[in-house]
Nanobody, 121 residues
């Protein structure tokens, strides 16, 4: 069983930046970030398999960057130029075995508790 602990959420004004972190307690094949706004479904934001194999939702390309520190087993999401529509609960996810990753939530079998990001206009 892998535990995921997110941190780094908060409230910022539009145009601001935040960096989310997710520490994993064990082996992960790949990791990703998802978000869910009130009344909406869970949306894939970014995924990380290795340094040159990442995926991003079209809505965040050019603004968000996903990275991983393997020594710390920690996934990051640097979020710049934040918009009010980025407001959501952000979840870290991990897949504990080989196979497809990407932005499909069904591909992940471990989930964190989430961290709230609120962007005001």
């Amino acid at each position: 069983q892998v535990q995921l602990v997110e941190s780094g959420g908060g409230s910022v004004q539009a145009g601001g930046s935040l960096r989310l972190s997710c520490v994993a307690s064990g082996y992960t094949h790949c990791m990703g970030w998802f978000r869910q706004a009130p009344g909406k479904g869970r949306e894939g934001v970014a995924s990380f398999l290795f340094a040159d194999h990442t995926d991003y939702a079209d809505s965040v390309k050019g603004r968000f960057t996903v990275s991983k520190d393997n020594r710390k087993n920690t996934l990051y999401l640097q979020m710049n130029s934040l918009k009010p529509e980025d407001t959501a609960m952000y979840f870290c996810a991990a897949r504990g075995f080989g196979g497809s990753c990407g932005l499909t939530s069904a591909n992940y079998n471990y989930w964190g508790q989430g961290t709230q990001v609120t962007v005001s206009s």
